[in-house]
């Protein structure tokens, strides 16, 4: 018994924060040697079934339970700007203490990548000198930013906190997503009726007519991702999963059902048998005209997508789908031939890759499967006109939308452009590798973008709304958002 009183004393004193540090109003505290690994907890209740409140509860009992946070409750975009908020007046009064734990400040986000993303655009838009690094516990679905960076399957809590402790600090590069689409004539100002936006509205935020994006006579959207952005089959068998979830919330209830759901529900929706389910004119050469730019100063080049191909994916992370790696790593052949390079997630490059169907997706099972590796790019762009769909389906960090498509002259575009960095922890097992371990690099010269930056303040060109993700002041859930929706 003594042991474990020992042992949460131990752990108390190098996580532990104050509460004057967190609260204004609180009292002072002394405190004569600052904690080793200050860190302030974020989880989603609602994730994992019953894990996510089990956790909280874990958490508080052997953390302050003020330094530990339900994203149903308190939005992270608050909670940091009243943390950092009182560290600055702190540190202006003389108080070291507080400085010493705002530069060895750490994060942990436990949930879904949607969970996750919140967290991290956040933590972006807050444009803080130095950016506290973040860990993941993975709660969710797909888990493919946990997965990333080593932060596999739910352990011991003191493991994980000593795992946080000794975890390196690792950039990954953050994408901006613009989407434009023509503003109705006549009816809803809205393009998207409000019930088929995405969960994932909170990486989106409606372009004001002030800002320097807007374009007369379209309705403009923004937002960010870390991981990938999707569209396709992959995409439309997710929006069935959340669909279904929404409907059914009581039927989710542990992640392993959850897979099994997703994975019937692969099934029911044709991606296995997509030759003979899948119309042709959903395929992604029928549907979208796909541009990339290869460097940050290069020229836009339209990508040649084969007509068999009915799902691409933007893949900044070496997961998509629970821990595959869709791009794997080029031969030396093809890094000479096509100038291809191993994925790294700070070299200011999105890996475009093409599946048929989700038999093609059964390579990554072999040790060096592959998707059809269409290009390296610095920016994407998709053009939709008018044709013999509708609609299609997109997703962005795990979070999918039915996306409506031109019925008359009209063009729906999305781009996706480089913007700066995010600091990320990875622990010993981490998958994901960084410019400065990469055995070999390209002659491409893909490294041109100055990704040294410590924060978002540092990417593509443009003006400072162009450099926003919208998550300080937007990054949060309508109120009429249920959270239990997220992964």
């Keep these: 018994?003594?042991?474990?009183?020992?042992?949460?004393?131990?752990?108390?004193?190098?996580?532990?924060?104050?509460?004057?540090?967190?609260?204004?109003?609180?009292?002072?505290?002394?405190?004569?040697?600052?904690?080793?690994?200050?860190?302030?907890?974020?989880?989603?209740?609602?994730?994992?079934?019953?894990?996510?409140?089990?956790?909280?509860?874990?958490?508080?009992?052997?953390?302050?339970?003020?330094?530990?946070?339900?994203?149903?409750?308190?939005?992270?975009?608050?909670v940091l700007h009243k943390v950092y908020g009182n560290l600055e007046k702190l540190k202006h009064s003389g108080d070291s203490l507080a400085a010493e734990i705002e530069r060895r400040l750490r994060l942990i986000v436990g949930g879904g990548d949607g969970t996750a993303g919140w967290l991290l655009g956040v933590v972006?838009?807050?444009?803080?000198?130095?950016?506290?690094?973040?860990?993941t516990v993975p709660l969710g679905t797909g888990n493919n930013l946990p997965f990333s960076f080593g932060w596999v399957g739910i352990v011991a809590l003191n493991?994980?906190?000593?795992?946080?402790?000794?975890?390196?600090?690792?950039?990954?590069?953050?994408?901006?997503?613009?989407?434009?689409?023509?503003?109705p004539k006549e009816g809803s100002c809205e393009p998207v009726a409000p019930l088929e936006l995405p969960h994932s509205l909170h990486a989106f935020h409606r372009v004001g007519s002030g800002d320097s994006l807007n374009v007369e006579g379209c309705n403009t959207y923004r937002g960010g991702f870390w991981n990938y952005f999707s569209m396709?089959?992959?995409?439309?068998?997710?929006?069935?999963?959340?669909?279904?979830?929404?409907?059914?919330?009581?039927?989710?209830?542990?992640?392993?059902?959850?897979?099994?759901?997703?994975a019937k529900l692969g099934c029911t929706q044709g991606w296995f048998c997509a030759s003979l389910m899948h119309p042709s004119s959903r395929n992604i050469a029928?549907?979208?005209?796909?541009?990339?730019?290869?460097?940050?100063?290069?020229?836009?080049?339209?990508?040649?997508?084969?007509?068999?191909?009915?799902?691409?994916?933007?893949?900044?992370?070496?997961?998509?789908?629970?821990?595959?790696?869709?791009?794997?790593?080029?031969?030396?052949r093809k890094k000479r031939d096509r100038e291809l390079t191993e994925p790294l997630v700070d070299d200011g490059l999105l890996e475009i890759v093409g599946f048929t169907d989700a038999w093609h997706g059964l390579v990554l099972l072999a040790p060096k499967g592959h998707g059809t590796r269409l290009a390296q790019a610095h920016r994407v762009r998709f053009e939709f006109n008018k044709g013999a769909a509708d609609s299609t389906y997109m997703r962005i960090d795990g979070?999918?939308?039915?996306?409506?498509?031109p019925k008359d002259d009209d063009t729906v575009v999305v781009e996706i452009s480089h913007l700066g960095q995010v600091n990320m922890l990875a622990t010993q097992n981490c998958r994901s590798k960084s410019v400065h371990e990469a055995s070999s690099l390209s002659s491409a010269g893909h490294h041109d973008d100055g990704s040294g930056s410590d924060n978002c303040d540092s990417g593509d060109e443009g003006s400072e709304e162009r450099r926003k993700f919208g998550a300080a002041e937007t990054f949060r859930f309508p109120e009429n958002v249920d959270i239990s929706s997220l992964s």
Excluded at 33 to 40: K, Y
Excluded at 45 to 63: A, I, V
Excluded at 169 to 182: F, N, P, Q, Y
């Design 232 to 262: 396709g089959m992959d995409a439309q068998v997710s929006y069935a999963f959340h669909s279904e979830r929404k409907l059914h919330p009581e039927k989710f209830k542990n992640q392993i059902v959850n897979q099994a759901t997703y």
């Design 286 to 332: 029928q549907l979208a005209k796909v541009k990339v730019m290869k460097k940050s100063s290069g020229p836009w080049e339209d990508l040649p997508i084969h007509h068999s191909i009915r799902s691409i994916i933007c893949l900044n992370l070496p997961s998509f789908s629970g821990g595959f790696n869709p791009w794997g790593t080029p031969d030396n």
């Design 159 to 183: 493991i994980f906190l000593m795992q946080v402790k000794e975890a390196r600090e690792m950039k990954i590069d953050s994408w901006h997503l613009i989407m434009r689409m023509r503003a």
């Design 399 to 405: 979070e999918p939308w039915k996306q409506p498509l």
């Design 1 to 78: 018994m003594g042991d474990s009183s020992s042992e949460t004393e131990r752990l108390l004193r190098e996580f532990y924060i104050p509460n004057y540090i967190l609260d204004a109003k609180a009292e002072t505290e002394t405190c004569s040697i600052p904690p080793e690994c200050p860190v302030l907890v974020f989880i989603n209740s609602k994730s994992g079934g019953q894990h996510g409140g089990d956790l909280l509860t874990t958490y508080r009992q052997l953390l302050n339970g003020n330094q530990v946070f339900d994203v149903c409750q308190e939005a992270p975009d608050k």
């Design 124 to 135: 972006c838009d807050l444009k803080l000198p130095h950016p506290p690094p973040i860990a």
